[in-house]
């Protein structure tokens, strides 16, 4: 199992930053993608940023140029630098990991998801 520990969130004016960082600790053969979404009440949990293993990174259009996204894998830890905050940016965060699992001889990708954290932007 994989465990994915999420902190930073919290209240900030519009204009302001915040990092938020989430740990993934377990028994796991690798941590493959991560990746952070949001989900604001009454609408879908939505992609925000995605970094592969390899470093590529991916980023919803609305957070591009403001957001970035990195991971330090000696750490197994992905990091969201958001700056320039907005007010539409109030919602709850979760982090997101594939993890590479195994169990009896067999190795599989299985999904795991953070307990959320919330950001929340006053104007």
């Known amino acids: 199992q994989v465990q994915l520990v999420e902190s930073g969130g919290g209240l900030v004016q519009a204009g302001g930053s915040l990092r938020l960082s989430c740990a993934a600790s377990?028994?796991?053969?690798?941590?493959?993608?991560m990746a952070w979404y949001h989900q604001a009440p009454g609408k879908q949990r939505e992609l925000v940023a995605a970094?592969?293993?390899?470093?590529?990174?991916n980023y919803a259009d609305s957070v591009k140029g403001r957001f970035t996204i990195s991971r330090d894998n000696a750490k197994n830890t992905v990091y969201l630098q958001m700056n320039s905050l907005k007010p539409e940016d109030t919602s709850v965060y979760y982090c997101?990991?594939?993890?590479?699992?195994?169990?009896?001889?067999?190795?599989?990708?299985?999904?795991?998801w953070g307990q959320g954290s919330q950001v929340t932007v006053s104007s």
């Open positions: 970094i592969i293993s390899g470093g590529r990174t």
């Open positions: 997101h990991a594939r993890a590479l699992i195994r169990r009896l001889g067999i190795s599989r990708e299985y999904e795991y």
């Open positions: 377990g028994n796991f053969v690798s941590i493959n993608d």
